[in-house]
Structures are given as C-alpha cells and as structure tokens.
C-alpha cells in the first residue's frame, strides 16, 4: 500500500484553489452546490409517491440523524438488497444506500449515480457533515477491498500508462495544462465543477481521470470504483469534509 502523506502535508483542493473560488465555496449564497442542496432538502421531505414514506418518516431531521454519516461511507454492508448487486455481503457507497432506502423503503425506483435527484440528495446528507473529519469505519471486512483500492491507486492504465500515484503523490502541487495538480482527496463529493457547469459525484471525477490517460472507465457499477473510493477516504481520514464543495 502506498504510503500515506504526513497529516500536516495533506491539502484539499480547496487549498490549491485561487481566492475568488475559495470565496465561492465558503459563501453559501455564492456556492452553485447549494441549489442541489435545496433540491434534495425538498426530495427529503417529498414522497416519491403519493402512498409511499418521505426520508423524514424514517430519518427525521436531517440535522441531526444524518450528521456524522457521510464520512463514514463506504461501509460494510451485511445485507444488501437486490439493487446492489447479487453479492449477499460487500461495501457499498452512500449512494448506494439511499438507493436502498429508496427501493426497500419507498418502494421506488434506484437512481443512477449522476442522476440531479442523487446527486442533490446525496448532497443534501453530506451537507450536514461539514467541516466533521473523515472517519472510515474500522472495520476488518473492509480491509480486502481497501487493498484492492490502493492497488489499483498505483496500477499504471491507460496509453499513457499512468497511474493515480504517480499524479497525484509523486507531483502534486506541480502544474498540468496551467491547473494546479491536487493531492486528490475526496472530502468535497459530491461537488460543483466548473469544467462540468453543474454537480458531479468522485466517481464522475475518477472517469475523467482514466479519460485522461485514455483508459477505458470501468462499467458504472463496478467494484472498483468502490475499492478506489474506500481507499481514498482512508487516506484522507481525519480531513475534514467540505461537501459539496466548489472545484475548477
């Protein structure tokens, strides 16, 4: 596993941001991810369906049942539903767990990754975890698939043959096409980019990543994006988290 940076060396991308973006973000007003946010505060409180439970019958306020939950996610789950996958046991995102809710507790329909109703719900419960740290669940039946995160965080893709380390450890900070490259930590998912004009989840991010290096992305679905995604919110554990965040 590759080793981690010295928790007084880790930067956010916010760290690398220029000072008028750092403004966006900080300003709720300025924030564009704050109409996401808005949109999943009323996806919150509004059935999918007229006969079916809001999230506020089982979860209440949102302030206080879900604060603390984004940081902990990906997690273990025990007992998966048919949305996720055939496999009985294995980690799962928190998207993927709303989409549990949804279909076991709703009775509606699971919502793709980059759907604008995920993304503002997702943005919605992150929102209520700012600025806590990011804390991975200490979990031993978590740790096979971290491994496999931090392999394929080193495994060379693509034509261009590059792998997520040799980015974003061995030169970050350094300058790529007049943007500042980032240490990649994922403490502001889901987030508004600029380059995408709108909201976005890390796993869009990584998909661009693998674009770049002109490597075919794994299927939407995939386990690895999982795997990546455990690892790197163990390598930014203790962070604290600034979703949904403002990136370039």
Not at 117 to 144: T, W
Request: charged share 15%.
């Amino acid at each position: 596993m590759p080793a981690l940076a010295a928790p007084d060396a880790r930067r956010s991308g916010f760290d690398d941001m220029t000072p008028p973006l750092q403004a966006m973000q900080r300003d709720d007003a300025l924030n564009p991810a704050m109409l996401s946010v808005l949109e999943g505060q009323a996806l919150w409180q509004r059935p999918p369906a007229p006969s079916e439970p809001a999230c506020t019958a089982c979860h209440g306020d949102a302030k206080t049942s879900m604060r603390g939950v984004a940081p902990r996610y990906p997690a273990f789950s025990a007992a998966p539903g048919a949305t996720l996958g055939a496999a009985p046991q294995r980690p799962v995102t928190l998207h993927d767990r709303i989409n549990e809710c949804r279909v076991t507790q709703q009775h509606a329909a699971p919502l793709a990754v980059e759907n604008p109703a995920a993304l503002s719900l997702l943005s919605y419960v992150a929102l209520q975890s700012r600025g806590m740290p990011i804390a991975p669940p200490a979990d031993p039946r978590l740790q096979p698939y971290r491994d496999a995160g931090a392999a394929l965080y080193t495994t060379r893709f693509g034509q261009l043959a590059l792998s997520c380390a040799q980015c974003h450890d061995a030169r970050a900070g350094l300058r790529l096409g007049g943007s500042t490259i980032p240490q990649a930590h994922p403490n502001g998912y889901p987030l508004y980019r600029l380059e995408w004009q709108g909201m976005g989840s890390l796993q869009r991010r990584l998909r661009g990543c693998m674009a770049g290096v002109r490597a075919e992305p794994f299927a939407p679905a995939a386990p690895e994006w999982v795997a990546l995604e455990l690892y790197l919110m163990q390598r930014a554990a203790g962070m604290p988290m600034e979703a949904p965040a403002v990136r370039p």
